[in-house]
């Protein structure tokens, strides 16, 4: 059965950081491509990250572009968001999604969701 869940989400003052974790279940991380999403409160999902399975290159969204790293570990079959220099934009939930290669950017292509850890960027 696959399951991501996703953990280390909380409250953090603007410029501080924090490391997002997505344990996945069930397949072998270099078998998929892993994204990163985030919706914010009345806005719709975005993309926010993801690692290609095929070369384990990495793309950012222009908003967090030098702020964010995305990173696997395969031996604990787990994905991390390291988030520094958070802003209040950045408030929102996270969820990460495991689809097929070249899945990339593109939300219906992902077949497997996490629930989602709630990141709050307020003073």
């Known amino acids: 059965q696959v399951q991501l869940v996703e953990s280390g989400g909380g409250l953090v003052q603007p410029g501080g950081s924090l490391r997002l974790s997505c344990a996945v279940s069930?397949?072998?991380?270099?078998?998929?491509?892993i994204g990163w999403f985030r919706q914010a409160p009345g806005k719709g999902r975005e993309g926010v990250s993801y690692?290609?399975?095929?070369?384990?290159?990495?793309s950012y969204a222009d908003s967090v572009k030098g702020r964010f790293t995305i990173s696997r570990d395969s031996t604990t079959n787990t994905v991390y968001l390291q988030m520094n220099s958070l802003k209040p934009e950045d408030t929102a939930v996270y969820s990460c999604?495991?689809?097929?290669?070249?899945?990339?950017?593109?939300?219906?292509?992902?077949?497997?969701w996490g629930r989602g850890t709630q990141v709050t960027v307020s003073s």
């Open positions: 690692i290609d399975i095929n070369d384990g290159s990495t």
């Open positions: 069930g397949f072998r991380l270099d078998a998929y491509d």
């Open positions: 999604a495991a689809g097929p290669y070249g899945s990339t950017w593109n939300e219906p292509y992902y077949d497997y």
